[in-house]
């Protein structure tokens, strides 16, 4: 990864190079979504809501959080309607 | 070189089309129209090999316009009014994405009330967006300003957007006799774009990145340098522009009869030449005036103004909008850049010809008038429309 520090360093253009799916927000999250599989129905309603594409389906068709990516924001826990998803602090 | 009598809108068309734009998107509004009506003729005809991307609003327009300047297309719009309004979030997103775009812009009231008519508050308020804004004075200035301006706008040392703007009507829809150069002259001032360093087809990238406190200020720092080079770049351009065509404008504020002016107007776009002929009718009954066309708003030519300054004692500035502030936007920008100058000037401001109302040579005369006697009120609606004061006698 370039790194820049002053204004001399930088590009003219703000273009980024990087795919944003190498950009990793894990440390945005201050709560992190917990799926209870035991009651999860495998609507696939937090997929749709996620925000931040941060959930994915393993090969099980079960939910995965995808932890590099998720920031906290709990709205997949808020509309789950099983309430299979708990939110529990980072240590 | 052939002679055509067209419209300033056609005057943008045909730069556009002799500048071998690739990209065109655009939407339609009253007084703009017939620039990218014009334009789709040309590529519809064959006579100009470019995309022509039809859209369903200004903001698209200028999103697809960006998009295709940040990869090195010769990227060209046009609007007006509340065209330009609307295209606000993404004017400073195509300076700030360094998009070389150049954009016809039709100067035309804004609403409410409803006005078409010919109005610099458009564009005005469009001047904290990190655009070159060149503001002209007939069709054939028109033409040659949107070819100069593809030259700076694209230069390396520049990579900002540029607008050139035509007064609604007074220019917009009035032909006059413009002098046309030939295809084999303008490849020759302006050759082809190369392809963007930063993002090519085939590369996963993004336009516009993200960064936190630490580098923010520097990249808009960087905008702000480009936008000083672009003071010095239109020189050039102008230079070479001259050497091609036998013509240029005259640098970012030509003067007429300014050297031993007692009083000078500062005036944009079309109300020019109104004013140059106040200056000789008033020249002929000995008054000592001149005239200043701020010809480039921005880069804001403040080295230009210092040296008239120091040469002017009065200084009128006549600004074609209002912007809702205490002063004309233009005024504002005079006296902001005569203030740590080496003289200050005796300064009055005219708001004058709004929605296009006729600035006549009674009302410059006016102007002239106060500035002479330095009566009046600093910032003066000189042709506003008042109950006349009754006096004591009824």
Request: charged content about 25%; overall charge negative; some cysteine.
């Amino acid at each position: 990864m370039m790194s820049y520090e002053t204004v001399e360093d930088l590009p003219e253009a703000p273009l980024a190079t990087r795919p944003s799916d190498r950009i990793t927000t894990a440390s945005w999250r201050t709560f992190r979504p917990v799926i209870r599989l035991e009651a999860c129905t495998k609507c696939y309603v937090c997929w749709k809501f996620c925000p931040d594409v941060a959930i994915g389906i393993d090969k099980a068709g079960w939910p995965v959080v995808l932890l590099d990516y998720c920031k906290g924001c709990g709205i997949c826990a808020e509309e789950c309607k099983p309430r299979a998803i708990d939110m529990v602090k980072e240590g | 070189m052939v002679q055509l009598v067209i419209s300033g809108n056609y005057a943008q068309s045909y730069a556009a089309k002799l500048a071998r734009v690739q990209v065109v998107a655009a939407y339609p509004i009253t007084p703009q129209t017939q620039i990218v009506e014009k334009i789709a003729e040309f590529v519809a005809s064959g006579e100009l090999p470019a995309q022509y991307i039809e859209v369903e609003s200004e903001h698209s327009a200028l999103q697809a316009c960006i998009s295709a300047a940040a990869l090195g297309a010769r990227t060209y719009t046009a609007t007006s009014s509340q065209g330009l309004l609307l295209m606000h979030e993404l004017l400073h997103w195509a300076s700030g994405a360094r998009a070389p775009i150049v954009m016809g812009n039709v100067n035309r009231a804004i609403a409410p009330p409803w006005s078409i008519w010919a109005d610099h508050g458009d564009s005005m308020a469009q001047r904290d967006t990190g655009w070159i804004q060149i503001y002209a004075e007939s069709n054939q200035e028109v033409l040659d300003t949107t070819l100069m301006a593809f030259r700076l706008s694209e230069d390396p040392e520049v990579l900002l957007p540029a607008m050139v703007t035509e007064d609604a009507f007074f220019l917009s829809h009035t032909v006059e006799p413009v002098d046309i150069p030939s295809q084999e002259q303008v490849d020759g001032f302006l050759p082809r774009r190369r392809a963007s360093e930063g993002i090519r087809p085939g590369t996963p990238g993004r336009l516009g990145s993200f960064t936190g406190p630490e580098l923010y200020a520097e990249m808009r720092y960087k905008v702000g340098q480009a936008m000083g080079r672009a003071a010095d770049v239109l020189l050039e351009v102008e230079d070479d522009y001259r050497r091609v065509t036998g013509r240029d404008h005259g640098g970012p504020l030509p003067t007429y009869r300014a050297e031993d002016a007692d009083a000078v107007l500062i005036t944009m776009g079309t109300a020019s030449t109104t004013a140059r002929s106040v200056v000789d009718d008033m020249r002929e009954r000995g008054g000592k005036v001149g005239l200043a066309k701020l010809r480039v708003f921005r880069p804001f030519p403040v080295r230009a103004i210092r040296e008239l300054g120091a040469r002017v004692d009065r200084i009128g500035v006549l600004d074609r909008s209002y912007t809702f502030g205490p002063m004309g936007a233009a005024y504002t920008e005079v006296a902001g850049a005569l203030y740590a100058g080496r003289s200050r000037p005796l300064l009055r401001n005219f708001i004058a010809g709004l929605g296009g109302r006729d600035i006549t040579p009674t009302t410059v005369e006016a102007m002239y008038a106060a500035l002479l006697t330095g009566d009046g009120a600093e910032v003066d609606w000189i042709d506003l429309k008042r109950k006349r004061e009754v006096g004591a006698n009824g």
